[in-house]
Structures are given as structure tokens and as C-alpha cells.
């Protein structure tokens, strides 16, 4: 998580040099002072962090104390309700929480923020923050918007020794809840055309979840999820009726694993990494992996092959029934240097091997980045995940139909009921036809396929 932040500021800082948060990023105090006169220091980047936002992130102690000085506001909220305390406890800038701390005018913070910050610092295993925050006043029961207290976020990630540590802090282990998840689509109630969270406090936890895919019977499940900055692949099963707890497949300390995706028979496991092809040298950039069904379980990861990876990034994997996989890259015909260019291409299987990889047409791809494309196993449709201007955030889910000419119809953005000021990405629907499962806001959400055919119906 701390690795995946510390990420989006770098390159963020890819902005205009007249940027207001990359000044203060840099430390550049004066060329700083100098932009607030005509500028109003509360002023937030595109996701809605303040300067102190970046004063934290950018550990630069000296324009966090100036922008104090100068009154900006201490809770500013970004688009997830993160303050600059959050920030803090999230990369670990204890001296940076201290301050805001003490600055305080009174404690409605612990009350109104003490349940996310100890989330935090449970999820990075922080002894020091949770202490720290527990001693300032945050209540050690207090629970988050998912009814989870940082005990059970604990126990949940198997974590015992921050568990013990909240045990002799005070935390009431009689409030940790039993999740039990049973029946078809783990037992949750169907969604319609309004987004749900699929599988809360289960799946969807106060973990970064995405990626996910169920087999043809409904009763295996497939998921990534990020911790602290690399990803693994976790999996669940029904047995007799009821869904085991999830538990890792694919993990190493050193790269990650994710975007899994099942091939038509399912005797594959498909996935993306930056493996080293021997398994032990140098990282390679993403290449799409995949390991094959053994009876003791999953094989060792087996590169797909160089004509669908490249020197560039593959991301995502989905099949038509005729075993044609669709992905996206920068490495196939991309320009070169531009890192984001991703284009959605295809390559058919012949006698098990997959050709040299086409791009689809304009309708589809465009300058901007194209990526996590699901394609319906007839090719009826394709969804995927896009920046481009106009949307509802930073990342949407478009998508295309094939028209009675078999040509892919212009793509169009699938609307608010999908779409928020989130990042949308890795979508999946269901082998029956029924459900759409993607990505919001590092949860998993699903929802009925019933949006697919209005959205077809108005462009009819």
C-alpha cells in the first residue's frame, strides 16, 4: 500500500512545471510562497489532496510548516476521506502526525477519523502508529464504515502480534465478528442495475481487491489483492455450501501476481507479472503468465510466450470460445517512450499456440490508454477500462458491441451507474451471463448485466 501511494506522487509529478502541488512536493518553499498570492492555499489536485497532502507524502517539513503557518486546513478531505493525519499514519510520518495532533482545537478527530486511521495502521502492521493513536485518544473498539474493528481487520489478516498488541491495549475481542459466506455467488443478494459490493467484509475487504473471476460451476473464485505495494492471487472454494475463507496461491516478496483469468476448459490459470523469466534473475517489465491444473494443485508460473509478450508491459487476459485471447499492451506497435499508450489486441490460438497479435480498429483504441479488456465469449461485446477525457474520473469502463456487419461498434463510456470519480477497471461477467464484477475504489462490485442491454438499446 505505502509503495502503491508513494507511486501515484511520483508520477504525478509528471505534470506542468507550473504545477502548485509538485512546487510543494519539490521543497521549492519561495516559488511556493510566491504562487499563493494569487492562489488559494487550500487548493486540491484532481483526487482532492490539499498541499499539505503533498507536504506530508514528500516528507518536506519545512513547506509543512509554513502551509500551518499560513492556516490551511488540517482535516482537508480527499475523494476517499483521507486527511493529511491519514497520509501520516499511512506512510509511517509519525512526527508529521504529532503535529497535526497537537494542533487539534479540540478531539472530535479521534471520533471522526480514529476507526480509518487504526485501519491503516493495522493494514501496515504499524505497532508504533497504533499505539501512538490509541495514547492520543482513539478509541481501540471504534469500528469503520464496514463495521470492522481493527481487531478483527487484524485477525482477519492473520496478523498475532498486532492482535496481541490490541488485546493489552483494550480492545474487546467479543466484538470481532464471525464472517460466514454460503450458497451461489457466496450468498449475496443479487444486485440489479445499482452497483453492490460484492461479498463485504469477505472479499471485498479493508484490503485493495480487484481482478477477480468465478469458474463455469460458481464454485471457485479467483481474486487479486495488493498488500503493501505487490500482489497476490487468492482464491475461495464452495464446499458442500459454504465458501472457504480465502487463501493465497501465487505470492513472492519480490514481484507480484494478478489480473487472474481462467482459460475455456479451465486447466489454466492465467495472470500477469514481472517474473524474470528464470524465476530468480532480473525483473522483466508485465508479461502475461499462466500455470496449468496438476493434481497436487497449480504448476510453476509458464511465460505465454513471445508473441504476446514483448519489451513492453501485457496487462489482462480474457478468452472467446474459440480460445482467441484479448489483452492490452504498450509493446505492440506502441510509440516508442510512451509509457501509457496501451492498445487492446487479440491473438487467435492455432493448434495451441497463440499468433502474432492484431490490434483492434479506432472504434476501440484511441491516444488514449485502453486497458482490462473483457471480451464476451460469443463477441457480442468487450469491456474495458479507458482515460480518457470527459469521463467520470480517472479511469472508466467503456464499452463496444459487434454490429451486423461483425465490425465493433464506437466505444461509449457505460454511463454514471457504473462510472464515479473512482477508478474503474477489471471487469468480468459471469459464465451465465448475468452479473458484471469490477473494480471501484480497491473493492470488488458487481451488477446485473441488465446495464449492457440499455446501454445497447439507446444506441439502437
Request: aromatic share 12%.
Amino acid at each position: 500500500m505505502i509503495l502503491t501511494l508513494l507511486l501515484y506522487f511520483a508520477l504525478h509529478l509528471n505534470l506542468s512545471a507550473q504545477n502548485i502541488h509538485r512546487t510543494a512536493c519539490q521543497g521549492n518553499l519561495a516559488r511556493l510562497d510566491s504562487m499563493l498570492v494569487s492562489t488559494e492555499i487550500n487548493i486540491k489536485d484532481y483526487r482532492g489532496r490539499s498541499l499539505l497532502h503533498w507536504a506530508v507524502a514528500c516528507e518536506k517539513k519545512e513547506i509543512f510548516d509554513y502551509l500551518l503557518r499560513k492556516g490551511i486546513d488540517l482535516n482537508g478531505e480527499d475523494q476517499q476521506r483521507r486527511t493529511p493525519l491519514h497520509l501520516a499514519v499511512q506512510l509511517d510520518r509519525k512526527k508529521y502526525l504529532d503535529t497535526i495532533v497537537q494542533l487539534q482545537p479540540n478531539k472530535d478527530w479521534t471520533s471522526k477519523y480514529g476507526a480509518s486511521l487504526l485501519e491503516l495502521a493495522v493494514l501496515n502492521g504499524n505497532q508504533v502508529m497504533l499505539e501512538a493513536l490509541i495514547s492520543r485518544g482513539v478509541n481501540v473498539n471504534s469500528t469503520n464504515t464496514r463495521g470492522s474493528s481493527a481487531l478483527e481487520i487484524s485477525q482477519r489478516l492473520g496478523n498475532k502480534t498486532i492482535s496481541d498488541l490490541l488485546l493489552s491495549l483494550g480492545a474487546d475481542k467479543d466484538l470481532v465478528r464471525t464472517i460466514k459466506v454460503e450458497g451461489k455467488y457466496m450468498g449475496q443478494e443479487e444486485p440489479g442495475t445499482k452497483p453492490r459490493l460484492f461479498a463485504p467484509n469477505f472479499i471485498s475487504t479493508e484490503e485493495q481487491e480487484f481482478g477477480s473471476v468465478f469458474n463455469t460451476a460458481g464454485t471457485e473464485f479467483y481474486f487479486g489483492v495488493d498488500v503493501n505495494g505487490k500482489s497476490e492471487i487468492r482464491y475461495s472454494a464452495m464446499e458442500g455450501n459454504q465458501w472457504t475463507i480465502p487463501i493465497t496461491l501465487f505470492s513472492h516478496d519480490r514481484y507480484g501476481y494478478n489480473d487472474p483469468f481462467l482459460s475455456n476448459d479451465e486447466k489454466r490459470l492465467y495472470f500477469i507479472s514481472k517474473r524474470a523469466l528464470d524465476g530468480k534473475g532480473a525483473l522483466k517489465d508485465v508479461d502475461i503468465w499462466y500455470a496449468e491444473k496438476t493434481t497436487d494443485g497449480w504448476s510453476e508460473p509458464i511465460n505465454a510466450g513471445m508473441n504476446i509478450n514483448t519489451k513492453g508491459n501485457e496487462y489482462y487476459i480474457s478468452f472467446t470460445q474459440d480460445g482467441t485471447m484479448f489483452f492490452s499492451s504498450n509493446g505492440h506497435g506502441a510509440i516508442e517512450g510512451q509509457e501509457k499508450d496501451f492498445d487492446i489486441f487479440f491473438s487467435q490460438s492455432i493448434d495451441g499456440k497463440f499468433q502474432k497479435p492484431l490490434a483492434l480498429g479506432e472504434a476501440v483504441n484511441t491516444p488514449s490508454y485502453e486497458g482490462d479488456v473483457f471480451v464476451a465469449p460469443d463477441e457480442s461485446y468487450l469491456i474495458f477500462c479507458s482515460e480518457r477525457d470527459n469521463g467520470f474520473g480517472r479511469g472508466d469502463l467503456y464499452v463496444s458491441f459487434k454490429d451486423t456487419n461483425d465490425q465493433w461498434t464506437k466505444a461509449v463510456n457505460m454511463g454514471s451507474e457504473i462510472n464515479t470519480l473512482h477508478y474503474e477497471y477489471c471487469p468480468f461477467v459471469t459464465k451465465d451471463g448475468k452479473y458484471l464484477l469490477y473494480t471501484s475504489n480497491q473493492d470488488i462490485y458487481w451488477v446485473s448485466t441488465e446495464v449492457l442491454k440499455r446501454i445497447k438499446d439507446t444506441l439502437e
